[in-house]
């Protein structure tokens, strides 16, 4: 390659990784912007829609082995109301637990707590079997209530999961509007005293808070696996098995619900917390499944492309939001090789065209190592401006170890397409941490909705 053309691979280089702090800009204006001018215009859509705010809701928690954390999640759960303090029911699927799951719920003695065991070979199919499961006892019980599903939201908090105590109200809130069949709630982390923890909530809080509320606007809002909310109406539009046996069975219910025409939203307003992975094997397994996951559900490109319940400018972006994690990882992985070729040239002697002195090489290091650090401090930034309950250094200490984070998200990249490439579907769950018990739940005096 002359010396005029490796030039152009150098451009073409810096151009690619210059994207990336450029789009880092574009999601922050988002972040510190959107939530107040986006607030009038639901409010107004909501009601021109008519009343669609819901009337009873369940809490599922679906549970495996889950003894250390199950019964915190429960209480939190159990002490959450809505409008007109309107509390839930919790139904907690033991999905064939063999700790001492069962013996910790049986302990929790009230009205409004339900609990569906399934034992195998029915048992441990995955977490979208056991959602399904909990799915069919609640339609089974508000059918034989002659209550009408519009009315009936179900919620996802994980068997770490805690919301915050609006999260009804915005629930509520959010679904007066008909038109939404969905809502997403922002994810907190709340082990953040671990560094691993630190730099998951600069994410969660941060960058994919951000993310959502651009796809807020472009009706392309993804739903997550914790801190879900569905109307039982639209789950009955999609079968008697809503959720499937995909590694994030809610990213692919998410992509049904878009493809059927069904709304969902997305607010900052109200939270759901979950324990941070704060050990990096097995970070690196639940990234893994994460993005093999995300690989099974290019199956879905296709259907998205011809859709036309899909706008132009959604269907641009969920197709980036599928397809750019695999362009990533091979770009980063090209740059690093450019890098190292150039390197090993010149040790030997023998530079390549576009990077021929050991100036021009430390001038593109220096600019790599820029790009890749200079997102994260930004975030940590954003997370200090609009959050303000973590100290500067630490977000900045979270901004600095942010690169490896990436690094480890591209080996579980390579390792899920290795998974996929070899049909290993199997996954193992995320192991919780043991936390402070939280008091025990007051009975209701009658039983509410």
Known sequence: MGGEHGWYLVVAGYAVMLSWPLSTVALVTIAVRYVASRRQDLVARSLQNGDGAPEHFWIIVPALNEEVVVGNTVKAALALSGPGNTLARVLVVDDGSDDGTPDVLAA??????????????????????????AYRYIAGQTADAGIRPEKVVLG??????????????????????????????QVRIRNRDKLLGAVQDL??????????SLRDRLDTVGLGGNGQFTRLSALLALGNSPWSACLVEDLELGLRMHLSGVG????????????????????TRQRTRWAQGNLQCARYLRSLATSK?????????VLHYLVSPWLNAIITVLLAGTLAAATAGL?????VPFLATWRELAGGAAVWLTVTWFPGF??????????????????LLAALAYPAFLL???VATYRAVARQATGRQAWAKTERLAEAPLPSPVPDLALAA
């Open 264 to 283: 969902i939203r997305y607010t900052s307003r109200a939270s759901v917390t979950q324990q941070a992975v704060v050990d990096v094997r097995r970070l």
């Open 156 to 185: 996802i908090i994980d068997g770490d999961g805690q919301g915050s105590a609006n999260i009804l109200l915005e629930v509520s809130r959010m679904l007066r509007d008909t038109a939404i069949g969905a809502v997403q709630v």
């Open 408 to 410: 480890l998200g591209l």
């Open 347 to 351: 040790a030997a002697g023998h530079p």
């Open 309 to 317: 319940r899909i706008r132009l400018t959604s269907l641009a972006e």
């Open 203 to 212: 994410e969660f809080a941060t960058i994919v808070n951000a993310c959502q």
């Open 378 to 395: 930004v975030w940590a930034l954003v997370h200090r401006y609009r959050l303000r309950d973590e100290t500067l250094p630490r977000l």
């Open 108 to 133: 929790i003695d009230h009205p409004r707590l339900h609990v569906l065991r399934r034992e195998l070979p029915d048992a441990r199919r995955g977490k979208g079997e056991a959602l399904n499961a």
